[in-house]
C-alpha cells in the first residue's frame, strides 16, 4: 500500500512544485510588485516557449526509455537553416515544414543509427550533438545568419508588448502540449512508446515493432526540436549557430522535474510542460531578485536533484 | 563435555546439520533436515526441484537463518552471520550462475576482496604467488593470470571461482550443479580437481540432477523430498532406481483435472530445429486439442526450444511449419499474427511491464484492434481486461492497477489472459506454474485443461513432473540440447522421465 503521503505527491507532486516557486518569489518585497503581473506571467510564458516544444520531444524519448543529447545542438542547426532559407526569400510556411523536416532528419538519424549500430542512445546522440552544431556552424559559415525580415520574427512577441493578447509561439506550443498528451494516451503508436520504455523485452514479445518504433520516436521528436528552433530563431531574429548550447540540458531536466523516469515507462506531458514552466519561473524570479546568473544556475542545479528525489519518494515502493 | 573414549573413537564429521527448519510465510521449505558430511568425502545431495536443496545451502551459506535445529562445524556450533562469515569460518559455495568480474583479469578475479595488501597498496607480488598457490591446488598452475576472465571458456571460469573459493581454506566446498553447462570432456577436468580437493581433506558437497555424475564422484548421498531427509547412505551401496524412488516416492495427486480432448488437425510442426549451444536438434508435431509438454533439466533447451520457435531468438538451421508453409525466419509479431502466442518463464524481466496497467499488459498484442486509424477506444480495452479480471479471478483493486502490485500467481494470471485474449490457439507456455502459490496453480491447471478442450493447442514447458504427468497428451524429454524421447503420457512414469532427463537409459545416446 502507498502511503497518503506518497499518492498525494503523485497526483499532484509538478503541480505542487510550481506553486511553491511561485509563492517564494512572490513573498519577498523586492519582487512582489511585478512578479504576480500579468505581463510577468506573458513573459514567462513566452520565455517558457522554446523548452516545452523540445520538451515535447524529449518526452517521447524518456517515455521510451531514451535519451536525446542532441536537442540544443538541433535546435541551433534548425535555425541557421531557417535563417539561411529566409535569405533565399522563402515565405513563412515553406519555412516551417522545412525547418521541421530539417530536425526530423537528425532524429531520423539518431534513431537508425541507434536501431543499426545497437548503441545506447546517450553514446549515438553524444555523438549527433557535436555533428549537429558542427553542422550548423558548417551552414552559417562560423556567424549568425541575417535576414531582412520575416513574418516569422513576429511569432514569439504581440504587437503591442502591453496588450493582453500571448504571442503565436505560446499558442502552438499548448496545442502542441494537448495534440502530444491525446495521441501519447489514445493511441497505439503512444501505447507502444510506454510499452517499450516500462519493458523492451516485454514489447518484443508482444509483437511490438521496436526497431521500427523506434526510429520513429527519434524522428518525430527530431521534428520537435525544428520547430522549437524556429522559435529560437523567431525569438533572435537571425539564425545563430552557437546558440542553445546545453539547451538539452534543461529540456531533459524539465522532463524528469515533470515526474518522468529516466529508465522509461512513465511520463507525462502536462507534467513535462509544468516542468519547463517551473524552470522558467525560476529563471524569471532569480532575475527580479537580482541575483547573479551564476546563483540561478544553482538554484536551478538543486532544483533538479530535489524533482528527482521526490519523484524516488513517491514511486518508493516500486524503488525499494 | 565428552568422554575421551568417544572423541578417540570418532572424529566429529566435517559438517552435522540436525533438525533444520525454515518456514517462508507459510510455506514450509525445510521440515527437519538431517546432514552429516564427513571429513575428505563428497557427499552428493539429491532431490527433485523444490525439494530444499537451495533453501538448504542458504542457510548452509550464511544467505538465511534456520529457524530451527543444530548446526556443527568440525564440532563447533556453527551459525553464520552472513555469507561472509560462512566463507570466513570454513564455509564456501560455487553457485551454478558463475560470479565472476568478467573484465577482470583472472589473478585479480581469484584475489577479489582479499587482496595482498599493505596500507591499501596492493602487494602484487605476495597476492599473484596465493593465486597461483591456489591454482596449483587445483593442477592449474599454468592458467594465465592476466587474461581477462571473461576470456575464458566456462569451465576455466569455474577453476578461476573455485580457486577464489579456496582462499579462505575451507573446511567445506559447497557446488551447485557444477556441470549444468559444461561439456563432458570439462566433467572429466572437474572430477579431477574434486578429487584434488578430497584428497586435501576437503569436504565437497555436490549437488546435482545428474545421477550418473553423483555415483561416480560421490562417496555418500543423501536425498531431499519435500523438504525433509528422506535417505543417506554410502554411494556404492545404492542404485539409480533407488535414488529415484526415494527422490519421486509421491503420488501423483489429483491436482490435475483430465478433461476430454481429442487430438485433431496437425497445426504446427518443427523440424530439426538447432541454435547452439543449447538447442541441437528438435522435432515435434502438434495437433489442435492436444498439450505436448517438454520436460528436462534447467538449461537441457527446452526454453531455448520454444523461444526459437515463437521467434524470439533465430534459429540457425531447421524449420518450423505453423499451418502450411515451413519457415525459419520468424518474428513474434508474425508469430502473433499467425495465432501462435507466448508466456515466458521470466514474468518480472520479459514477461509483464510491470509498471504499466494490467490493462496495457493484457491488451498489448492486439491495440490496433480496439479502434480505427490507430486509435485506441479505451472503454472497449477496459471492457476486455475487466472481464479477464472477473473470469479469471485476478486478485487487484482495478484494471488500471500496475501489474507490479499485483502478487505472482496474479501476475501469471494476467501475463495468461494476454494469450487468451488475443486469442492465440497454439500457446508456448515456459513454465507457467513457476512461483505461484497451490491455489494459483489449480487454477492455471484448470484453465489449461479447458484450453484444450477448446481445441487450442498448446506446449508447456515445466520442470515439475507430476504437473507434466497430470496434464499433458504427449511428453518429450529434452536432454543436452536435443529433444529425443517423445511418448504418449500412458508411456511415462516420473521415473522415466527423470532417467530419460538426466541422460540414463530411455533417451537417445550422446554423441
Same mark, same amino acid.
Given at each position: ?35 504576480? *503581473? ?23 524519448i ?11 545542438s ?58 549537429a ?20 520574427n513576429?511569432? /514569439? ?29 489514445? *493511441? ?19 509483437g ?48 524528469i522535474?515533470g &515526474? ?7 511520463? *507525462? ?5 509544468? &516542468? ?12 527580479? /531578485? ?31 | 563435555? =565428552? ?36 571429513a ?18 542458504k ?9 530451527? &535445529?543444530?548446526? @556443527? ?22 553457485y551454478? @550462475?558463475? !560470479?565472476l ?7 585479480? !578475479? ?8 599493505r ?7 605476495? =597476492? ?119 527422490? *519421486? ?10 478433461? #476430454? ?9 518443427? $523440424? ?24 528436462g ?16 531468438d533465430?534459429? @540457425? ?11 525459419? #525466419?520468424?518474428?513474434?509479431? +508474425? ?8 508466456? %515466458?518463464?521470466? $514474468?518480472?524481466?520479459? +514477461?509483464? /511491464? ?63 489472459? $494476454? ?20 491455489g ?19 506446449? /508447456?514447458?515445466s ?19 536435443e ?6 503420457? %500412458? ?21
Amino acid at each position: 500500500m502507498k502511503l497518503p503521503i506518497q499518492r498525494l505527491l503523485a497526483q499532484a507532486g509538478p503541480f505542487l512544485g510550481l506553486l511553491v516557486v511561485i509563492v517564494l518569489f512572490a513573498i519577498p518585497t523586492e519582487t512582489r510588485e511585478f512578479f504576480l *503581473t500579468y505581463h510577468n506571467f506573458k513573459i514567462i510564458l513566452t520565455q517558457t516557449v522554446i523548452v516545452a516544444v523540445g520538451a515535447l520531444g524529449m518526452t517521447l524519448i524518456i517515455v521510451s526509455g531514451g535519451i536525446d543529447l542532441s536537442a540544443g545542438s538541433s535546435i541551433a542547426f534548425t535555425s541557421v537553416v531557417g535563417a539561411l532559407l529566409i535569405q533565399k526569400g522563402w515565405g513563412p510556411a515553406p519555412v516551417l515544414a522545412a525547418v521541421v523536416l530539417a530536425g526530423g532528419a537528425i532524429g531520423l538519424l539518431n534513431g537508425a543509427a541507434i536501431a543499426a549500430l545497437r548503441l545506447v542512445p546517450f553514446i549515438i546522440t553524444l555523438g549527433t550533438l557535436g555533428v549537429a552544431r558542427g553542422a550548423a556552424k558548417w551552414l552559417g559559415d562560423n556567424q549568425t545568419v541575417n535576414y531582412d525580415t520575416s513574418p516569422i520574427n513576429q511569432w /514569439m512577441t504581440t504587437a503591442d508588448p502591453f496588450s493582453y493578447a500571448l504571442p503565436a509561439g505560446v499558442w502552438v506550443a499548448v496545442g502542441l502540449a494537448v495534440v502530444t498528451a491525446v495521441y501519447l494516451r489514445r *493511441t497505439v503508436f503512444g501505447r507502444h512508446i510506454f510499452a517499450l520504455g516500462s519493458n523492451e523485452a516485454t514489447a518484443r514479445l508482444c509483437g511490438v515493432p521496436v526497431t521500427r518504433l523506434k526510429i520513429a520516436i527519434y524522428a518525430l521528436a527530431g521534428c520537435y526540436f525544428g520547430l522549437a528552433g524556429l522559435f529560437q530563431l523567431a525569438r533572435l531574429r537571425q539564425g545563430d549557430p552557437t546558440v542553445a548550447v546545453g539547451l538539452e540540458l534543461d529540456i531533459i531536466a524539465a522532463v524528469i522535474i515533470g &515526474g518522468a523516469s529516466l529508465s522509461g515507462g512513465v511520463g *507525462t506531458v502536462l507534467g513535462s510542460m509544468i &516542468g519547463a514552466l517551473i524552470m522558467a519561473v525560476l529563471r524569471n524570479g532569480s532575475q527580479q /531578485m537580482g541575483w547573479p546568473t551564476y546563483f540561478q544556475e544553482i538554484i536551478i542545479g538543486l532544483v533538479i536533484i530535489g524533482a528527482v528525489f521526490v519523484d524516488r519518494l513517491r514511486q518508493g515502493k516500486r524503488a525499494s | 563435555m =565428552s568422554t575421551p573414549s568417544l572423541t578417540l573413537s570418532s572424529a566429529p564429521p566435517a559438517l552435522r546439520l540436525a533438525g533444520i527448519r525454515k518456514d517462508f510465510g507459510g510455506t514450509q521449505a525445510l521440515r527437519g533436515v538431517s546432514l552429516e558430511v564427513a571429513a575428505g568425502e563428497v557427499h552428493a545431495l539429491i532431490g527433485e526441484n523444490g525439494a530444499g536443496k537451495s533453501t538448504l545451502m542458504k542457510i548452509l551459506s550464511g544467505a538465511h537463518a534456520a529457524d530451527a &535445529g543444530t548446526m @556443527e562445524l568440525s564440532g563447533q556450533p556453527y551459525a553464520p552471520a552472513d555469507p561472509h562469515d560462512a566463507r570466513c569460518t570454513g564455509v564456501a559455495m560455487i553457485y551454478q @550462475e558463475l !560470479n565472476l568480474a568478467l573484465h577482470l583479469p583472472a589473478g585479480e !578475479n581469484i584475489l577479489l576482496g582479499a587482496e595482498s595488501a599493505r596500507g591499501g597498496w596492493i602487494d602484487r607480488r605476495a =597476492s599473484r604467488e596465493r593465486a597461483r598457490e591456489a591454482l596449483a591446488q587445483l593442477g592449474h598452475a599454468d592458467l594465465d593470470l592476466d587474461r581477462p576472465a571473461g576470456r575464458f571458456s566456462i569451465a576455466e571460469q569455474q577453476v578461476i571461482e573455485i580457486a577464489r573459493a579456496l582462499l579462505t581454506r575451507p573446511r567445506v566446498l559447497i557446488m551447485d550443479e557444477p556441470t549444468s553447462s559444461l561439456t563432458l570432456a570439462d566433467t572429466e577436468r572437474l572430477f579431477a580437481v574434486i578429487q584434488r580437493l578430497r584428497a586435501q581433506g576437503v569436504s565437497v558437497i555436490y549437488i546435482s540432477h545428474f545421477l550418473e555424475e553423483c555415483r561416480r564422484i560421490a562417496d555418500r548421498y543423501t536425498v531431499l523430498k519435500d523438504g525433509e531427509t528422506v535417505g543417506t547412505g554410502a554411494m556404492a551401496e545404492v542404485t539409480i532406481d533407488r535414488l529415484v524412488t526415494l527422490m *519421486t516416492g509421491r503420488e501423483v495427486r489429483n491436482l490435475y483435472p483430465r478433461t #476430454e480432448h481429442a487430438a485433431g488437425a496437425l497445426v504446427l510442426e518443427v $523440424r530439426n530445429l538447432s541454435r547452439r549451444p543449447r538447442l541441437r536438434s528438435a522435432s515435434l508435431q502438434l495437433r489442435a486439442g492436444e498439450i505436448f509438454g517438454l520436460a528436462g533439466l534447467i538449461g537441457a533447451g527446452r526454453t531455448e526450444l520454444v523461444r526459437a520457435i515463437f521467434g524470439l531468438d533465430a534459429a @540457425e538451421a531447421g524449420s518450423v511449419v505453423v499451418g502450411g508453409t515451413p519457415e525459419r #525466419e520468424a518474428d513474434p509479431r +508474425g508469430r502473433w499474427r499467425q495465432g501462435v502466442g507466448f508466456l %515466458s518463464e521470466d $514474468r518480472k524481466e520479459e +514477461g509483464l /511491464m510491470l509498471s504499466q496497467s494490467i490493462t496495457d499488459n493484457l491488451t498489448l498484442t492486439k491495440l490496433g484492434t480496439f479502434g480505427r486509424f490507430g486509435w485506441i477506444d479505451a472503454a472497449r480495452q477496459r471492457e476486455a481486461a475487466r472481464r479477464w479480471v472477473d473470469e479469471l479471478r485476478v486478485k487487484c483493486r482495478e484494471p488500471g492497477q500496475a501489474a507490479g502490485e499485483l502478487s505472482g500467481g496474479n501476475q501469471q494470471k494476467v501475463a495468461l489472459a $494476454r494469450l487468451l485474449e488475443h486469442p492465440a490457439r497454439i500457446l508456448l507456455l515456459d513454465e507457467p506454474t513457476r512461483g505461484i502459490d497451490v491455489g494459483s496453480k489449480a487454477q492455471v491447471y484448470e484453465l489449461i485443461g479447458q484450453l484444450a478442450s477448446a481445441g487450442k493447442a498448446i506446449v /508447456m514447458v515445466s520442470s515439475y513432473l507430476p504437473e507434466l504427468l497430470g496434464l499433458c497428451d504427449t511428453i518429450g524429454v529434452m536432454c543436452r540440447g536435443e529433444l529425443a524421447a517423445v511418448r504418449p503420457r %500412458s508411456e511415462w512414469s516420473e521415473a522415466d522421465l527423470l532417467r530419460a532427463a538426466t541422460g540414463g537409459a530411455s533417451a537417445a545416446p550422446i554423441a
